[in-house]
């Protein structure tokens, strides 16, 4: 059930995707259009509170502040990444999702239970 899941949540990021290369292929200028921008024509609001709620939040410096530390997780990590092609973070989140559902479903398969032990005559 949770493979199935992460599959569809895949097949999302992949439909996205290709939406993106629809957009890069049909438009006239910039070669590619890049996640911060993508986001940003999209859902201004929700890419702004993301960047809040992970600076305060998630990154462990800006959650502890006894570390004293300068909050990394947002501008160096994410921030890159937002600078890059839209089309490849979405296929790439994909190809993740899809692959840990293929992780999952195959340790579901490879368990054995004790009913399948006493239908294959094996003690």
Not at 27 to 52: C, K, N, Y
């Amino acid at each position: 059930m949770v493979s199935m899941g992460l599959r569809i949540i895949g097949y999302g990021f992949g439909l996205v995707a290709l939406y993106a290369m629809w957009l890069d292929l049909s438009s006239t200028g910039a070669p590619s259009i890049v996640l911060g921008q993508f986001w940003s024509d999209r859902h201004l609001t929700s890419l702004m509170i993301g960047e809040a709620v992970v600076s305060r939040y998630i990154d462990p410096c800006g959650l502890i502040v006894s570390l004293g530390c300068a909050p990394f997780l947002w501008h160096p990590v994410i921030a890159t990444l937002l600078g890059w092609p839209a089309a490849l973070v979405f296929l790439l989140l994909m190809m993740f999702f899809a692959g840990l559902a293929r992780l999952i479903r195959g340790r579901a398969e490879r368990r054995i239970s004790g009913r399948d032990l006493k239908r294959r005559g094996e003690k």
